[in-house]
């Protein structure tokens, strides 16, 4: 087995395990950025297809390096409204939309050849002033105005706690499950909560993520 296939197996085995005792399955989300194409394609190889990128430049570089390869790639990044275009025609979905100017581009641009572009509201479940993300306050507004927009499908939530011990972080992934839990009720879309990274998505999964996105536990620490 190669390296690459070893690494996504061991990470999948604990996604596995760690969705069976919550008791819901769990989606896989390997974040390339500043891994090269090669590395991706390593991955695809072994059998992941998504993948979740935060500089848009550098994933269209990738996508084009890989166009013979049937890949689902995920914007995971702060999103700046003059790269809305790129986004809208080249993912499958944005896991950041942190405000609301940026729905109407999004949706104008998305290909009419393509299903809508599926979309997560990121928050900032910490109020962390470095971070990216509307407040919870703010997510039922933002969601409505992104489920009623032609070009874009409401999916669910997104949110990356800050750094801290297991209990705090476990504190914040149960916010945004009753974040998740409440929008889900008015919006008949929502499926998907995403949260967890490589050194916390089994806490995650244990509070109702239902997709993480791991970087280093599968590519090895970023230089």
């Known amino acids: 087995m190669s390296a690459p296939a070893a690494a996504l197996a061991a990470v999948r085995a604990r996604i596995d395990e760690a969705a069976a005792r919550a008791g819901h399955p769990v989606a896989l989300v390997a974040v390339s950025k500043t891994q090269p194409a090669a590395a991706v394609r390593a991955l695809a190889a072994a059998g992941q297809r998504a993948f979740g990128e935060n500089y848009v ?40 939309l942190d405000r609301e100017k940026l729905i109407e581009p999004l949706s104008r641009h998305r290909p009419p050849d393509l299903p809508p572009l599926n979309v997560l509201v990121q928050v900032n479940i910490d109020a962390e002033a470095s971070k990216s993300g509307c407040a919870p306050a703010d997510v039922p507004r933002l969601a409505a105005a992104a489920a009623a927009a032609p070009g874009l499908r409401l999916r669910g939530l997104m949110a990356i706690p800050q750094p801290a011990e297991p209990a705090r972080r476990r504190a914040a992934f149960a916010r945004m499950r009753a974040l998740f839990d409440a929008l889900a009720r008015d919006h008949a879309d929502v499926d998907t909560l995403s949260m967890g990274m490589s050194d916390d998505f089994e806490l995650a999964i244990a509070e109702g993520a239902t997709m993480v996105r791991v970087g280093s536990a599968l590519f090895g620490p970023r230089g």
């Open 57 to 96: 430049q550098e994933a269209l570089a990738k996508q084009r390096e890989l166009a013979d390869l049937a890949l689902e790639w995920h914007c995971i990044g702060p999103l700046q409204s003059n790269k809305c275009r790129e986004v809208a025609a080249h993912f499958a979905w944005l896991q950041s």
